[in-house]
């Protein structure tokens, strides 16, 4: 079998979490042995379960470091990975790893954070990866193809802080580029 690594990358709410359970879902009927990690960091809608902003969800293994990823993604046909932007750069050696060795890999990504600023992990697997689907969502704003991420209070868009937010709805709205507010500079 030969492996490949496989990205789903776009910004928040543009199913990147439902794409991925569903080639999972797939995997399993096509009798292949699956595993999902997700960060320990994401705990929004469920401790140990991927869950899409649409209420899709499967099992996953929860972890704080890539080294878990390489040591029960070789027992498996395919191994997912949810949110990889959360994780560091080192996980593309071990995806690549895992790819070479014939896994197939399935990653989900945010391209960018609120900033607008590319999330290096994403970006290396975007470059590493035999498959890419860049996803978009519906701007809130326009209602044009969004590919950005804004972060909002109490209806504000906010340009500055910590790079890392976990949050949902109440936090985040897809935008387009017309639409998406960046820092000035």
């Not at 902003?53 to 027992?75: Q, R």
């Amino acid at each position: 079998m030969t492996g490949f690594l496989k990205v789903f990358t776009g910004p928040m709410f543009s199913s990147k979490s439902t794409a991925l359970i569903e080639h999972l879902r797939r995997a399993k009927i096509a009798n292949k042995t699956v595993i999902l990690f997700k960060p320990s960091i994401d705990q929004r809608y469920s401790v140990d379960e991927v869950v899409s902003h649409n209420g899709e969800k499967l099992e996953a293994v929860v972890i704080s470091t890539s080294d878990e990823i390489a040591h029960l993604g070789e027992c498996f046909d395919v191994v997912g990975v949810d949110e990889v932007q959360f994780f560091d750069t080192s996980i593309i050696n071990c995806l690549n790893n895992l790819a070479n060795n014939g896994k197939e890999v399935i990653v989900a990504g945010l391209n960018a954070d609120y900033m607008g600023n590319p999330f290096e992990t994403t970006a290396l697997a975007v470059h590493y990866a035999d498959k890419l689907a860049k996803l978009t969502s519906v701007c809130k704003k326009c209602g044009e193809d969004a590919v950005w991420t804004q972060m909002m209070h109490n209806d504000i868009e906010i340009t500055d802080g910590d790079r890392v937010q976990v949050g949902g709805l109440e936090s985040y709205e897809p935008r387009c580029r017309g639409c998406f507010v960046r820092k000035e500079s």
